[in-house]
C-alpha cells in the first residue's frame, strides 16, 4: 500500500496509467458546445410526441376521450394504452421480472404515470394537444407509506398480477439467522436503532429522451437514446417490439449525467418506437425537469433497523439488519439480480465480525417505479449508511472515540481474500493506512480538542466519521445477470497501418471521461500515445455487445477488457516482431512502445514500424495473418471492493438549526489509479452528491400521493455554496484479480459521505442527547432532535 497526498502527482508522459494528471479528451467538445446530446438529434421530417400524464396516484381508468386532441392543429396521432394493448405493447418486462405499464389500460397506480401520447409537428402542438385529451377517473384510496401497504385491508395495487392480494413484492434474507441470534444472546452490549434511508431522486442534469427512426424499406430502427446500456437495451427491445436484433441501432450519443436514471428502459422510449413505426416519420420525445422528477427511477426509500452486538471493550460480534423496501408500482429496480445484491455483499462493513443477518421485505406503493442504484451498486449506499450509523451509536453507548472503535473492527490485511459472513469475498484492503491518513489530514486529536472548547461555550461543532467497502464492477458470471444476460464487457481494439488505433467499448460515457482513461490504459499496455488512440463507445452498430455504465463497472470490467485485448494485439506485435528482427520471440524484451532484442538493445522496433508491416508488403511469420487488431469478451471473476475513510466537520447554528459542513476529508482507494484528476473530479461530484442526501433532499408524498418533490423549487439540489473545499487523499491497494489491479471509485464518495455527515450532525447534537436523527438533516428535523422530537421513523 502506497499513501499519498495529491500535491504529491507528477507528470510522466511515459506512463499513461497513474501518475500523469492527462487532461480529458472530451473537453475540447464540451468547453464549445459542441457536446451532441439526445435532444441535439434533429432528423428531416422528424415528428415530436408528448405524453400526458395521470394527476392522480390510483384510479382506474373509465374511458379516455381522444377526439378533440386529434382534430388539434399539428396533430399526427394520438395513442392510448388500448391500442397499444391491441399490438400486445401495453405491459413491458423491467429489469427486475416485474412487468410495467407502457401506458395504462385498467388503472394509473402512481402520480406521473404515462396515459396517453401525442405526436405532432413540434413540441409545442404536442404539449397542446395534450390538454384536449378527456379521461375519466374512477379515483382509488391509494397507498404511499410501506408500513401501511402491508396492513390487511390496504388499498391492493397490483390487482393486475394474477391471484395477487396484497401488496407484497418479494421478501429475500442472507447470513446465519440462528448463529447470528446465538451471538447476540451473549453479547455484553447490544445496540439497535431504526433508521430510514428517504427516497431520493439521481435528478441529472440532463433528462431522459429519444428520437426513434423507423425506416420502413430498410426495416431497420434507429434509435438514440439516454441510456446507460444501449447494448441490453437493443436486446430488450428485440426481445419486447419483436424486431430483429441486428435491425435495431440504438446510439447513445453524449449524456448529460446518468447517476442511474438512465439505466432502466421507461415507458417514452417504447412509445416513440410505437410512434415512428405508426407515422413513418422519425419522432423525438424529450421529458422536461418535472416528468423527469416525478416518474423516472428513484433511489432509496428503504426503512432500515440496524442492531449490533459487542463486547464492552469495543469488539463488535455481530450485525442484524431488517428492511422493508419500498418499490413504488412496479418493480423497476436496475439490479444485476432478483435481491439487492450490494446491500447484502457490505452491509457488514469493514469489520471482522462472526456472524451477520439480514431480512428485507419489499413492498408495492403507489409511487414512482424504479429503485436505480443511484450512485450505488445496487443498495451498497443504504447498507454502508447503516451501518456506519450503528457503529457510531455503539461508539456512544460504550463512551469510546468512533475511530478508535474502527480501528479496532478492521479486517486485518492479512485477512484478505476476506469472505464475509454473507459468502462475499472482498479482494483486498488495507483499512487502517487509509483510516489514519485521513486522521492525520484531518488534525483528528486537534479537532477533538476544539470542539470540547466550544462545547464549554454552548457551541455545536460535530466530527463525523465513516469507513466504508463498497463492492463495485457487476459481475461475475457465476454469481449475476440482468434478464438472463451475462455480464461480461467486450472490447476490441484495432492498429491502423501508421500506429494509430482505435478501441471500441461496450460501456457508455454520461460524463466520466470514458474517452480519455480508456486511451490511457490501452496506451499503458501498448506504448502508442493516449493522443493516437481514438474510443469509440455508444452505438451499438460500432462496439461489441456489453451490459453498460453503472454500478462503477466499466473501470473494473470494461477496462480490464481493454487492458487485455491491447495484450492480446500486443503478443501478435511481439511474432511480427521476432520476424522482422529475425530472432525468437523468446529473444524480445518489451519496453513502452518496441520491441528490443536482449543483449542488443540497438535492434529494435516499434510499435508504429510492426503495425505498417502487419499491413503492409512482405513476409509475416508463418501462421500469421495481416492486420493488427484483436477483440475480446471478459468475465470479471470477482468484484472489486474499494474502501475509503472520511471525516466531516460541521457546525450547527444553535440558534436556527441551520447545518454548514465546514471541512470534509475524504480518502479514496480504488487500487491502481488510472486518471487522478478525473478520479478527484469523481470524488468531488460523489461529495456533493452526499451533502444533498445528508441535508437537502427527499421525494416525498402527501396522503393523496401527490408528489412533492416534482421541480428542483422543491426538490433542492447542492450547488457550490453548500460545500466546502473538499480535502482528498489516497491510498492504493491494488485488486489482485484486475489486470492492471484498478477497481472503480466513481460511486464510492456518494455511498462514503451521508453517513459522515449525517455522524457529525449528530455528534454535534450530542449535549442534546440525541442519538439519531432521520436524513434530510434540514433545519426543522435538526432543530426537532435539539428539542428531543426526533421524528419517528
Ligand atoms: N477511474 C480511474 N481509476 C480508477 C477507477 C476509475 O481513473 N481506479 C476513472 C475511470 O476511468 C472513469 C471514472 O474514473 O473515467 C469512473 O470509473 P468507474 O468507477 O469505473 O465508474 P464508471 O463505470 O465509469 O461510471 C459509473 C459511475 C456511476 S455508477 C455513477 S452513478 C456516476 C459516476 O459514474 N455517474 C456519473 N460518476 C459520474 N460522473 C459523471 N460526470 N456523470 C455521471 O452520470 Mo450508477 O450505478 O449509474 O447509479
Redesign the pocket.
Not at 480504488?670 to 486518471?675: M, P, Q, S, Y
Given at each position: 500500500t502506497v499513501h499519498e497526498r495529491p500535491d504529491t502527482f507528477h507528470d510522466n508522459d511515459q506512463k499513461p496509467v497513474g501518475h500523469g494528471r492527462m487532461l480529458r479528451k472530451e473537453d475540447p467538445r464540451f468547453l464549445r458546445g459542441r457536446g451532441r446530446y439526445v435532444d441535439d438529434v434533429q432528423l428531416p421530417g422528424m415528428l415530436h410526441l408528448a405524453i400526458l400524464r395521470a394527476p392522480v396516484a390510483h384510479a382506474r381508468i373509465l374511458g379516455i376521450d381522444t377526439s378533440a386532441a386529434e382534430a388539434s392543429p399539428g396533430v399526427k396521432a394520438v395513442v392510448t394504452g388500448a391500442m397499444l394493448a391491441e399490438q400486445n405493447l401495453a405491459w413491458m418486462p423491467t429489469l427486475s421480472n416485474d412487468v410495467q405499464a407502457v401506458l395504462a389500460t385498467d388503472k394509473v397506480r402512481f402520480q406521473g404515470q404515462e396515459v396517453a401520447f401525442v405526436v405532432a409537428d413540434d413540441r409545442y402542438a404536442a404539449r397542446d394537444a395534450l390538454e384536449l385529451i378527456d379521461v375519466e377517473y374512477d379515483v382509488l384510496d391509494p397507498v404511499v407509506d410501506a408500513r401501511r401497504a402491508l396492513e390487511p385491508g390496504a388499498p391492493l395495487i397490483r390487482d393486475d398480477l394474477e391471484g395477487k392480494t396484497n401488496n407484497h413484492c418479494f421478501d429475500w434474507e442472507t447470513g446465519d439467522e440462528a448463529a447470528t441470534e446465538a451471538v447476540f444472546g451473549r453479547a455484553d452490549v447490544v445496540v439497535s436503532q431504526d433508521i430510514v434511508y428517504p427516497r431520493v431522486h439521481?435528478a441529472?442534469m440532463e433528462t431522459c429522451g429519444a428520437v426513434a427512426d423507423f425506416d420502413a424499406v430498410e426495416g431497420k430502427l434507429r434509435l438514440w437514446s439516454t441510456t446507460?446500456a444501449p447494448h441490453a437495451h437493443r436486446t430488450l427491445y428485440a426481445i419486447v417490439a419483436g424486431i430483429p436484433e441486428h435491425k435495431i441501432q440504438v446510439i447513445s450519443p453524449d449524456i448529460g449525467?446518468?447517476?442511474?436514471n438512465k439505466?432502466p428502459i421507461y415507458p417514452g422510449y417504447v412509445c416513440a418506437i410505437v410512434a415512428t413505426i405508426v407515422t413513418g416519420k422519425p419522432v423525438k420525445w424529450m421529458e422536461d425537469r418535472s416528468e423527469n422528477l416525478v416518474s423516472t427511477g428513484f433511489a432509496r426509500d428503504y426503512i432500515m433497523r440496524g442492531e449490533i452486538a459487542a463486547t464492552l471493550d469495543g469488539r463488535i460480534l455481530a450485525i442484524r439488519t431488517n428492511v422493508l423496501a419500498d418499490h413504488g408500482a412496479f418493480n423497476g429496480t436496475a439490479a444485476p439480480v432478483k435481491y439487492p445484491a450490494g446491500f447484502f455483499g457490505v452491509f457488514t462493513g469493514s469489520y471482522d465480525i462472526e456472524a451477520a443477518y439480514c431480512r428485507m421485505t419489499a413492498v408495492y406503493t403507489n409511487k414512482a417505479p424504479g429503485g436505480?442504484?443511484?450512485?450505488?451498486?445496487f443498495r451498497i449506499t443504504e447498507a454502508v449508511y447503516l451501518v456506519e450509523r450503528i457503529v457510531d451509536c455503539l461508539a456512544d453507548e460504550l463512551g469510546m472515540d468512533p475511530a478508535e472503535l474502527r480501528l479496532k473492527n478492521f479486517i486485518r490485511p492479512e485477512q484478505f481474500p476476506y469472505t464475509t459472513k454473507t459468502g462475499w469475498v472482498y479482494d483486498s484492503g488495507n483499512y487502517e493506512p487509509t483510516m489514519r491518513l485521513a486522521m492525520d489530514m484531518a488534525g483528528y486529536d486537534a479537532l477533538r480538542r476544539e470542539q470540547e472548547e466550544k462545547r464549554a461555550r454552548g457551541e455545536l461543532m460535530g466530527i463525523g466519521i465513516a469507513f466504508f467497502t463498497e463492492a463495485?464492477g457487476a459481475g461475475p458470471r457465476k454469481d449475476m445477470d440482468i434478464l438472463g444476460l451475462g455480464m461480461a464487457d467486450g472490447c476490441e481494439l484495432r492498429v491502423h497501418p501508421t500506429g494509430k488505433a482505435v478501441v471500441r467499448l461496450s460501456?457508455q460515457s454520461?460524463?466520466?471521461?470514458?474517452e480519455t482513461?480508456f486511451a490511457q490504459i490501452v496506451a499503458e499496455e501498448i506504448g502508442i500515445p493516449p493522443a493516437d488512440i481514438d474510443v469509440v463507445h455508444g452505438d451499438t452498430d460500432n462496439t461489441p455487445f456489453g451490459l453498460g455504465?453503472?454500478?462503477?463497472?466499466?473501470?473494473?470490467v470494461s477496462?480490464a477488457a481493454a487492458a487485455l485485448v491491447a495484450r492480446k494485439v500486443r503478443d501478435k506485435a511481439r511474432i511480427i516482431a521476432s520476424g522482422m528482427l529475425e530472432v525468437s520471440v523468446a529473444d524480445l524484451e518489451w519496453e513502452k512502445g518496441a520491441f528490443l532484442v536482449k543483449g542488443d538493445p540497438g535492434k529494435t522496433v516499434t510499435i508504429q514500424e510492426i503495425a505498417l508491416r502487419a499491413h503492409g508488403a512482405g513476409d509475416l511469420p508463418e501462421g500469421i495473418e495481416g492486420g493488427l487488431e484483436s477483440q475480446i469478451c471478459y468475465n470479471p471473476s470477482n468484484l472489486t471492493y474499494p474502501h475509503g475513510a472520511y471525516i466531516c466537520v460541521v457546525d450547527v447554528d444553535p440558534g436556527t438549526a441551520q447545518v454548514k459542513v465546514r471541512r470534509f476529508i475524504a480518502v479514496d482507494d480504488?487500487?491502481?489509479?488510472?486518471?487522478p484528476m478525473?478520479?478527484e473530479g469523481?470524488v468531488h461530484?460523489g461529495l456533493t452528491d452526499g451533502v444533498g442526501m445528508a441535508l437537502m433532499e427527499m421525494i416525498a408524498f402527501d396522503e393523496d400521493g401527490n408528489c412533492l418533490g416534482a421541480s428542483l423549487m422543491d426538490y433542492l439540489i447542492p450547488t457550490a455554496l453548500e460545500v466546502p473545499d473538499w480535502e482528498t487523499g489516497f491510498t492504493v491497494t491494488p485488486s489482485p484479480h484486475h489486470p492492471i489491479g484498478?477497481?472503480?471509485?466513481?460511486?464510492s464518495a456518494t455511498v462514503g459521505s451521508p453517513p459522515a455527515i449525517v455522524n457529525a450532525v449528530v455528534d454535534a447534537l450530542k449535549p442534546f442527547g440525541v442519538r439519531h436523527a432521520d436524513m434530510p438533516l434540514t433545519p426543522s428535523r435538526v432543530w426537532d432532535a435539539m428539542r428531543g422530537n426526533a421524528r419517528p421513523p
Open positions: 439521481p441529472p446507460q449525467g446518468g447517476f442511474g439505466v436505480v442504484a443511484y450512485a450505488c451498486s463495485v460501456v454520461q460524463g466520466q471521461g470514458h482513461t455504465t453503472y454500478g462503477s463497472r466499466s473501470t473494473p477496462g480504488c487500487g491502481t489509479r488510472i486518471n478525473i478520479i469523481q461530484g484498478a477497481k472503480g471509485v466513481g460511486e
